[in-house]
């Protein structure tokens, strides 16, 4: 029996009519009739089967366009704003009298607000009330600190997007990536720099192989990406948690913590502050952290978009993605384009492992290395919809939220967890178009209404 | 039960999918809606079923107005439906499937399967249905499932009973059946409204004939009207099936398959100890109704199904054992049978796809890098020979009509270099000129002096593309006969019989 007689399920009884109608294949065609003809040939109609659920839940939320995005950012600092309003003490004091002096709660609900996002764009991109300016750029330094690691796991996971697979192990692909790049950097003494690419390389082999063995196991077995991802997340968390608490492994001598040794020097990423002052001896150069693994990050934006959009690789991962079955009759090896870009995806969360232990994090980490990066990487390649340089501005918002989110909480007192809680509104808004589309009442891709607007489809199907 | 439809207008945007349709099918009447694709038959019957809302006009059940809001109110009111597409649970057993929607209880809530069981052993004894209830939907034969649905539609006391194209799927022998059936249903006073485009059954089955075009009624018809009669009304101009095609001039024997067996996932042979040849230069076309090992052998022959037994030589080389990129490299060019779901990706652009089984190397490849500007070239190309009407090589596969799909997929396959063509289905859902078009393609790939395989399911079809015909059934081959084999002999074949005078 072949797909096209399988019979229906109930699901699909309400997608089947939901379509446009004209296109339906409903019936089929008489190729015309000769007089002595007995009948017509008659074409069996078909309805595409439909692709792997997977696929079609990735292909519905990458087809959200950019303005899905902005609008979904919209609406979750509007949420936001109701939460620091309903937090601010100020807000709730004045409600207290609110009907004798109903001014003073809007005033106090405006002052909130304003002074809660004034903060955050003080602690995320400038700040005006320092005096200089090397002191006044430091949050968007900052900001983009906190965006490396995003971008580079997100970058990951959005490849792994592409081709059709939730890869959801970034934090265990982290761990492992930044046991391997720290291992590097406080064993092997090597030369400045020198010491730092082999680091970052470590890491990304790393990550790559954590990375890889989960399409090993997808490509041999057909174990479910997200099982094995989330399971391997918690054998690198309990790995390398041992291995910290084991002397001669990686915990540092000496000490009791679960802690590994600090990097050498000659293994830490030079930061903007160490260029600046080469570049201009004598001058102030701050204290900034953003680092060389920002520099890395861009690149790996374009090495992925050049996969992506450019290369026979990227092609075969897009086909995947989209249709693995087209794919495979395509001559594409499926299980093997899986493997390869898994493989890619932990490379790149790899490479935010390093920018952790050798960027910013270099006196020595802990099993927490991954900082809910590993997650947040899924935030932001979703919001980036998957292509690399949304991925890169999604990572940079997230950077931003997280910089900015410390200022707010320090000097308005806004919880923290309410930039979390945009963060997740903004995922959830994007993870549902069409509930952002229906709150700003934007058609829907394939709507009637859209079909109206070609009515030159109706007359091709039915006169040709 | 008399049912009347009254101006029923249905729009969607700017479009006018049913135009002021008016129609009256009375009791015991089997009356047949003629149309081609597209036409706008199936909108009219959703809305009939409750399942599209009518922006004008009426729905009457002996004389009374109806509002459907869904399915459930028009069940109610007594309309049943065979879908197309067979809307059962394929790992439900017939009882379940027939009590689906309407399940009875017994005490605390447990399904009474029992009292289903009944229920379709009593609808079966009164047609002579041969179903067991506790059979499981996925096992049974395409036309025992249909027979579900006619089971599922009357054990809910239907009085009006509409199918939707209900002989696409099946033999000629199970029409011919399902034509007993409908005639017996009316027999016991149920109205049948016949959606089809297959002038043979209306002329045999159908009381009166309603012609739609275009969305609306362009006229009414005895059955004793010609085909050529019918089919200038619903297709709206003299129309002429003859394909333009020379005489074969067959070369050497090219593609030999000997004993080749494919065993599914479920460890069945779907194709059985099958043999056969095909000389350059000629089309065999491989007959048979849908799901006899069609689908599966020519997936073989591409190298997509994995458990393969016996061998598989063209021009000498053995294709068994290899995977389906060696196949492509080895020249076979492929058009699958589901093009939405096996030969595109819907997402991508036309141009794209035009390269996507062509993504290894040179041309559009070097360096693993895509050679962007020699694909637009390629595509544009092609565009304009191959006839793809789309605004351009951007354009999104998925929004192209299925005509203009199938002609991006045979541009691909026939732009490489060949050695052999297998065309699964080609045309299937295709309107007249894109079947006209993949006909005289395939016909030019066979004059270029390859051997040429298609499978079709439709007599027509077969009859006019082949050169030599294999019936398949049942995953074997019945008989291999030449074109010019009587229809009703290829029918006995399709049902497995194989006729005095035919070598198997």
Redesign the interface.
Known sequence: ??????????AK?AS??AG????????????????N?????????????P?PAANRII?EIL?GNAMISFLAIVLALAIGSVLIAFTNPAVQTSTGYFLSRPGDTFSAIANAIVGAYAALFQGSVYNFERSDFINGIKPLTETLTFATPLIAAGLGVALAFRVGLFNIGGRGQIIIAAACAGWVSWSFPMPYFLHMLVGVLAAVVGGAIWGGLVGLLKARTGAHEVIVTIMLNYVAYYLVSFLLRTPGALQASGSNNPKSPAALDTAIMPNLSNLLSVLFPGAPVGTFRLNFSFVLVILATFLVWYILT????G??F??VG??P??A??????VNRMYIVALVISGGLVGLAGASQVLGTNTTGFTAGIDGGIGFDAITVALLGRSRPWGVFFSGILFGALKAGGYTMQASQGVPIEIILVVQSVIVLLIAAPPLVRSIFRLPAPGS??????R?G??T????? | MKLELRGVTKKFGSLVANDRITLTVESGEIHCLLGENGAGKSTLMNVLYGLYQADEGEILLDGVVQHFSGPRDAINAGIGMVHQHFMLIPVFTVAENVMLGHEQTTFGGRLDLDASRAKVREISARFGFEIDPDAVIEDLPVGVQQRVEIIKALSRDAKVLVFDEPTAVLTPQETDELMAIMRQLKANGTSIVFITHKLREVREVADRITVIRLGAVVGEASPSASNTELASMMVGRAIDLTIAKGPELPGDVSLIVTSLSVIDSRAQYVVKNVSFEVRAGEILVIAGVQGNGQTELTEAILGLQSRVEGSITLNGEELVGRPVGGMLDAGVGFIPEDRTEDGLVAEFTIAENLMLDRSMGAPFVRWGTLQLGTLDEFAEATLIEFDIRAQGITTRVGTLSGGNQQKVVLARELSRDLRLFVAAQPTRGLDVGSIEFVHTRIVQARDSGIPVVVVSTELDEVVALADRIAVMYRGGIVGIVPANTPRDVLGLMMAGEIPEGVAA
Do not use: Y
């Open positions: 029996m072949t797909d096209n007689q399988k019979p229906v399920t109930g009884i089947g009519f446009e109608p004209v296109q339906s294949p409903s019936g089929a065609h008489a190729n015309g009739v000769d007089a003809q007995v009948d017509p040939i008659v074409a069996a109609p078909t309805e595409p089967a692709p292909t087809g450019r290369s026979s690789l092609f075969r897009r086909v989209q249709n079955n087209a495979r009759v395509a001559g594409i090896d009637p209404v859209r079909a109206a607007r009515p489809r109706l091709e199907v039915v006169t040709k």
